[in-house]
């Protein structure tokens, strides 16, 4: 029989998760310790887990091949050199968001797009105001979206982003998706790329290498109409540089939904900044399925675990995705 540990801390919905576990695959011991000290009594006996290993769960996890991550892409904390280095199997819950951050993404484009944060400026400062956008109008049925990240959401966007007759880039180290009508780039293409596009939309996750990339130099690559729209990860983009870039007039806005520091600081540029639409990491806040949806993907990884199937999603832990 294997040996499934949800990690601690515990939560109502682990608690709950367990129970589930517990009907619908007998097959299993699901261990629910409270603390550190008690998942450390058991874990030499334990084969795989759901949450965080600690390092100093990791020095006595002697049968332990497989870590679930609860996040698609966890803190960048959760991937430390010593598990980096392990053979233990880790898989990530990517593809649980891709419709629901597309759909916030293609909120941002159609904002952006028509002017929207200048009308809406207008409107509460009570102005009837028809000159009130600051750039010309998108037309997507002749523009070009440059997606970076063509991942699960990548791809989804892609898909809403065709039938308005959008030209779709896509710049990925790894294509695992089925992406028709996405001109496929890598990632060394990237910077030959900016200059045609009228909506770069990045989706990466934090890694060492994607840190930080989103700067000065590269927006300055931009088209001076063109929009910025990052829903991956903050850690990605460097905030100040990005509010350089749209005052000096080298892109003509953005939409985020992700930050270098969240809560963003209230006294940033940004939130006062024309043609920027900002949300507070949301994109996935109330989505009704998601829940259910990780609670899947672990159970369908339990099922292929014990069968000594391939897992679904597994991670590339150098790249921490």
């Known amino acids: ?14 608690h709950e998760w367990a129970e589930r576990l517990k009907r619908e695959l007998p ?30 769960m990791l020095e006595i996890a002697e049968r332990f091949t497989w870590l679930q991550s609860p996040q698609a892409a966890p803190p960048d904390w959760f991937y430390y050199p010593e598990l980096v280095e392990s053979p233990i199997n880790v898989t990530n819950m990517r593809g649980i968001y891709n419709d629901h951050i597309a759909q916030h993404i293609m909120m941002f ?4 797009a028509r002017g929207l ?22 037309d997507l049925k002749s523009a070009t ?11 989804e966007t892609a898909k809403l982003l065709q039938p308005c007759g959008t030209r779709v880039l896509g710049v990925d180290a790894r294509w695992e998706w089925e992406t028709p009508g996405v001109e496929r780039h890598s990632p060394n293409e990237l910077d030959s790329l900016l200059p045609e596009a009228d909506f770069v939309i990045v989706t ?25 729209i990052n829903i991956g990860r903050g850690m990605t983009t ?3 540089d990005l509010a350089d870039a749209i005052k000096a007039g080298e892109l003509a806005g953005a939409g985020l939904d992700v930050f270098d520091q969240e809560p963003l600081p209230e006294d940033h540029r940004l939130w006062t900044m024309d043609n920027v639409m900002l949300t507070p990491h949301i994109a996935v806040h109330d989505a009704p399925d998601v829940e259910e949806r990780r609670y899947q993907v672990l159970r369908r990884n339990l099922e292929h675990f014990a069968r000594g199937e391939d897992l679904e999603n597994l991670v590339d832990k150098t790249m921490w995705y």
């Open 1 to 14: 029989m294997p040996t499934m540990m949800m990690l601690p801390p515990q939560s109502d919905q682990t």
């Open 27 to 56: 097959d299993y011991q699901i261990l629910v310790p409270e603390s550190e000290d008690e998942a450390l009594e058991h874990l030499p006996g334990v084969d795989a887990g759901y949450g965080w290993l600690s390092p100093a």
């Open 109 to 112: 484009v159609f904002g952006l």
């Open 117 to 138: 944060p200048y009308y809406m400026d207008a409107q509460r400062a009570r102005q009837w105001k028809k000159d009130a956008q600051g750039f010309p109008t998108v």
């Open 145 to 155: 979206a440059l997606i970076v990240g063509v991942g699960g959401i990548g791809q």
């Open 204 to 228: 990466l996750p934090h890694t060492p290498e994607t840190e930080g990339m989103w700067n000065r130099d590269r927006f300055k690559k931009m088209k001076p109409t063109g929009y910025y």
């Open 238 to 240: 460097k905030l100040a």
